[in-house]
């Protein structure tokens, strides 16, 4: 067998699964020995009868590991999907950060994605309306440093201890287990700071098509430091090269259908056939002084800011090249968190950052154990620290080193060049702070409602049935709160919304959903078949990316 020898770690390096085997090898018992016979059982003569015997090790061990398979299933962003590939320098941003892997134009970071929806579970459609997460893990010289963004420029919430609330409100009813329109709108209807989020939330930017098609942000400001201690706050932009492509609410709802898992295997087919999806990385530079005076909060995850006084520097991309050898070891065992950071990158006083540096290993130590960071996709290719060595299923093999620190007896230490600590300086008296709701609140959603969604033919309207669509299943009270709130952004809005949705309840409306644009690919391919779309990609003349998006019929392991 290839794998573990001597009783060391096999150290995967890369996040790859290792041990696969070879050809000759023979099945084994989990001791190691030769298995006779691989699907038979022992039994009580030569018979069909069940008189079977515990003795039959092979047929026990089978059982007991079936039954323990599965382990739970991420709190949010339980269905995803991930990938392989790297991270590359293409411009320099040296001048605002020392992290070494930004340090030299053209160098390669190696990098595991997981794309995920968010509210669903493991086993819900893919194409739904939801925010959609992108966790990038690279395995940089100096540890592993983790971005964990979203489809969406903004989250529903700036108050961490909302986060929970937030989290019940959008998946089930706790009496009946089912989805709840009502428990969803009224929760929104009072938490309003969510509104810039809901605009993008039910907007066709809400169902892309797959991954490769959408946009992601960091949302939170991070920081870019220097080793001489100063540094700059930061938020990544990270941008599509195939084009962004959404589908239509109708269109999102007839592939959930015919195929719940259309974005995991438009992203495995791609990459099996040889196609590089890429996106550019580009940061938006704050000036920690400009920040203080600037007049919205750069730590308030609801609010974006304006290219205008915060212009996008790219300074890398994102290329993916190979799919997972192991689908539950590499996507389902992987653990992001924001907390995975390096020298040059650092959290900032954003309270949602603060309140997710808690979250993320705290449910990866339940979801995956307390040493779910020697599980190869999770494993730094370097780290030493005998001060956290024990507990289940550790095989780190630190042995006699000292696990007290100082120690007379050994000589590991720090690193020198990182002892200058920079220089955010955090003062005040401590309260008890909830953000208010204020009018400011509502400007972004006005000009998303006004300037973006007006310039694009349709999408306005796309936005009314999408709500409507949605709220027509909350009860009336809650509907006419929800009204009130699209009214502050405005008063239009408010009104077409609550005609279209009373329309829906009262059974008035058109049976079918307007739907006034079509996306691009349900234009090209509104007349065509499933066949001939089949049938034209597999014609020799067709390079165009669009045909594989509808491939998903296939699904090819060779
Ligand atoms: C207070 C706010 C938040 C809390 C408490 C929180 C908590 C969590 C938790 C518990 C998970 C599951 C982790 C796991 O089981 O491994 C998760 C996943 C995730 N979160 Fe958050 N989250 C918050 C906000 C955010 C924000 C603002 C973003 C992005 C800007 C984000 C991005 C993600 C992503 C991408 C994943 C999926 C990770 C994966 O694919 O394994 N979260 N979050």
């Known amino acids: 067998m290839n794998g573990t020898t001597n009783g060391t770690t096999n150290g995967a390096t890369n996040g790859t699964t290792k041990g696969t085997p070879s050809d000759g090898d023979v099945i084994?018992?989990?001791n190691g020995a030769p298995v006779k016979k691989v699907a038979g059982s022992q039994r009580i003569g030569n018979q069909l009868r069940a008189t079977l015997m515990l003795q039959d090790i092979n047929l026990l061990e089978l059982i007991q590991h079936l039954t323990h398979e599965r382990i739970p299933e991420r709190l949010v962003h339980a269905r995803g999907t991930g990938a392989h590939g790297y991270f590359e320098v293409t411009d320099s941003i040296s001048d605002v950060t020392s992290a070494d892997f930004l340090q030299r134009v053209g160098e390669k970071t190696p990098l595991f994605v997981r794309f995920s929806t968010v509210a669903g579970e493991r086993g819900t459609a893919e194409t739904v309306r939801d925010t959609r997460g992108?966790?990038?893990k690279m395995r940089t010289k100096e540890g592993i440093l983790d971005w964990m963004f979203l489809s969406?420029?903004?989250?529903?919430?700036?108050?961490?201890?909302?986060f929970p609330s937030f989290t019940h409100a959008t998946k089930r009813n706790p009496r009946s287990g089912l989805p709840d329109h009502t428990m969803f709108w009224d929760y929104f209807n009072n938490n309003q700071e969510a509104i810039?989020?809901?605009?993008?939330?039910?907007?066709?930017?809400?169902?892309?098509?797959d991954f490769q098609h959408a946009d992601c942000f960091s949302i939170n400001s991070y920081r870019f430091t220097k080793t001489d201690g100063s540094f700059v706050y930061v938020k990544?932009?990270?941008?599509?090269?195939?084009?962004v492509q959404n589908f239509t609410a109708a269109e999102a709802q007839r592939t959930a259908g015919e195929d719940p898992d259309f974005q995991t295997r438009s992203l495995f087919n791609d990459l099996e056939a040889g196609k590089t999806p890429s996106w550019d990385v580009y940061a938006q530079i704050i000036d920690p002084k400009k920040a203080a005076n600037y007049p919205i909060n750069i730590f308030d995850a609801t609010k974006t800011l304006p290219f205008e006084d915060f212009p996008l520097r790219k300074f890398g991309r994102i290329v993916l090249?190979?799919?997972?050898?192991?689908?539950?070891?590499?996507v389902e065992q992987s653990a992001f968190s924001p907390t995975n950071i390096v020298p040059g990158w650092a959290l900032s006083p954003d309270p949602i950052i603060q309140t997710r540096a808690l979250a993320y290993a705290d449910t990866q130590r339940h979801r995956l154990g307390v040493n779910f960071i020697q599980l190869p996709i999770n494993k730094p290719d370097h780290s030493f620290n005998p001060l956290m060595r024990d507990g289940a299923a550790t095989f780190q093999g630190l042995g006699a080193t000292p696990n007290y620190f100082p120690s007379s007896f050994s000589k590991y230490g720090v690193a020198t060049q990182y002892a200058q600590p920079d220089e955010e300086s955090w003062l005040g008296t401590v309260v008890d702070y909830e953000s208010p709701l204020v009018d400011a609140d509502f400007k972004q959603a006005q000009v998303f409602w006004e300037k973006t969604l007006a310039a694009e033919p349709g999408q306005q309207d796309n936005f009314v049935s999408n709500v409507a669509?949605?709220?027509?299943?909350?009860m009336a009270q809650v509907r006419k709160a929800t009204y009130a709130m699209f009214t502050r952004v405005n008063a239009d809005l408010g009104k077409?919304?609550?005609t279209a949705t009373e329309a829906l309840v009262a059974g008035t409306a058109p049976t079918k959903p307007a739907v006034a644009t079509k996306s691009a690919i349900a234009n090209k391919f509104a007349d065509m078949k499933l066949a001939d779309i089949l049938a034209k990609k597999q014609s020799p003349d067709n390079n165009s990316h669009n045909f594989d998006l509808f491939a998903h019929k296939e699904w090819s392991l060779t």
């Open 469 to 474: 669509g949605h709220l027509q299943s909350a």
């Open 152 to 162: 969406t420029p903004v989250f529903p919430i700036r108050d961490g201890a909302k």
């Open 28 to 30: 084994t018992t989990m």
């Open 321 to 330: 090249n190979r799919n997972p050898d192991d689908s539950f070891a590499e």
């Open 196 to 209: 810039h989020f809901l605009m993008f939330l039910f907007s066709d930017r809400a169902t892309p098509v």
């Open 236 to 243: 990544i932009h990270v941008k599509t090269n195939q084009g």
């Open 496 to 498: 077409r919304i609550q």
């Open 134 to 136: 992108f966790a990038f």
